[in-house]
């Protein structure tokens, strides 16, 4: 699917190439429920290995709270470090994947103008998907 970002055609599929090809490990291509054409929306998995989590979850709130954490900031640094800079994003940690052991995370991705203004609009609706 192809998105118009700023003066960018950005192809998805490429996109999501691209991220695991850095080991960012797309779960699914949730583009058209951004219901815009300047915008892209993924779901990614965080292993519990690689946020200092163990195997299975007890399920503690605060061990949640502290990978959920772990998690946005990680994949933050590493989608900032993979996407050109004039894209802008936002990732939230929202849920945890129990057959996956790993936990799931939101990314909207704009051009930085249009980002600014309307990227928290684009994350929110990532969440009624």
Do not use: C, W
Not at 36 to 52: C, F, K, M, S, Y
Not at 89 to 101: D, G, K, L, P
């Amino acid at each position: 699917m192809y998105r118009l970002l700023g003066e960018q055609v950005i192809d998805t599929e490429e996109l999501v190439e691209k991220l695991k090809a850095e080991n960012i490990r797309v779960f699914e291509d949730i583009t058209r429920a951004t219901k815009r054409e300047d915008a892209v929306g993924l779901r990614i998995l965080a292993p519990l290995a690689e946020l200092g989590g163990s195997g299975k979850v007890d399920f503690d709130e605060e061990e949640m709270d502290r990978l959920m954490r772990s998690a946005q900031m990680e994949y933050a640094g590493r989608l900032r470090a993979v996407l050109d800079p004039a894209l802008d994003f936002r990732i939230y940690a929202y849920s945890y994947h129990e057959v996956e052991e790993a936990v799931m995370l939101n990314v909207a991705i704009m051009d930085e103008e249009t980002g600014r203004r309307k990227l928290d609009d684009v994350i929110k609706r990532l969440f009624d998907v």
